[in-house]
T-cell receptor, first 114, second 110 residues
Framework: SAVISQKPSRDICQRGTSLTIQCQVD?????MFWYRQQPGQSLTLIAT?????????ESGFVIDKFPISRPNLTFSTLTVSNMSPEDSSIYLC???????????FGQGTRLTVV | GENVEQHPSTLSVQEGDSAVIKCTYS??????FPWYKQELGKRPQLIID?????GEKKDQRIAVTLNKTAKHFSLHITETQPEDSAVYFC?????????FGAGTTVTVRA
């Protein structure tokens, strides 16, 4: 299975500030994604991180709120901007392939906004 | 986009009994169907998957079946053990993106 490392594992942030989450994957992965998982709920796709170009966002998520970078094949960042308590959630990065084969997850970032 | 429905939302079984979780999907183009197990506070872990050209796949006590015509797939866990207690998510791939079901909380009673 692919190795996916994500950091930080948790953070408590003040409202109005921003947090950047980092994700590093091994070379088996070609696709990278960012998900949000609210407590007790399923995983919701935020966006597909595209290497060297703008991310592809899902309905309900916008670049100004969740800017994403992917400067190379194996590294991506997600920023949660101008945070409010409603942004408190677990954010997960995942790696997969274009063929839709096995997708593996990072350990997640538990974000609390106070 | 793809819509995945999962049932039941909770499932309590006696240790040693079987557990079955069912999912339906909407996009007939979906061709990959993984199942994830998520323990409390941990990341989702891939436990088994099936592709659209296969009807059934088994790995020890876990099996998955797929009915493409009806657009549904199921997870079967036999001889359940306390360590099987977790939240299970089904998913379907459409246009290389995974869409997840709402999850099933499985509790195995000793």
């Amino acid at each position: 299975s692919a190795v996916i490392s994500q950091k930080p594992s948790r953070d408590i942030c003040q409202r109005g500030t921003s947090l950047t989450i980092q994700c590093q994957v091994d070379s088996q992965v070609t696709m990278m994604f960012w998900y949000r998982q609210q407590p007790g709920q399923s995983l919701t796709l935020i966006a597909t991180a595209n290497q060297g170009s703008e991310a592809t966002y899902e309905s309900g998520f916008v670049i100004d709120k969740f800017p994403i970078s992917r400067p190379n094949l194996t590294f991506s960042t997600l920023t949660v901007s101008n945070m409010s308590p409603e942004d408190s959630s677990i954010y997960l990065c995942s790696g997969g392939t274009r063929e839709g084969t096995e997708a593996f997850f990072g350990q997640g970032t538990r974000l609390t906004v106070v | 986009g793809e819509n995945v429905e999962q049932h039941p939302s909770t499932l309590s079984v006696q240790e040693g009994d079987s557990a079955v979780i069912k999912c339906t999907y909407s996009d007939s183009a979906s061709n990959y169907f993984p199942w994830y197990k998520q323990e409390l506070g941990k990341r989702p872990q891939l436990i088994i998957d099936i592709r659209s050209n296969v009807g059934e796949k088994k790995d020890q006590r876990i099996a998955v079946t797929l009915n493409k015509t009806a657009k549904h797939f199921s997870l079967h866990i036999t001889e359940t053990q306390p360590e099987d207690s977790a939240v299970y998510f089904c998913a379907a791939t459409s246009d290389y993106k995974l869409s997840f079901g709402a999850g099933t909380t499985v509790t195995v009673r000793a």
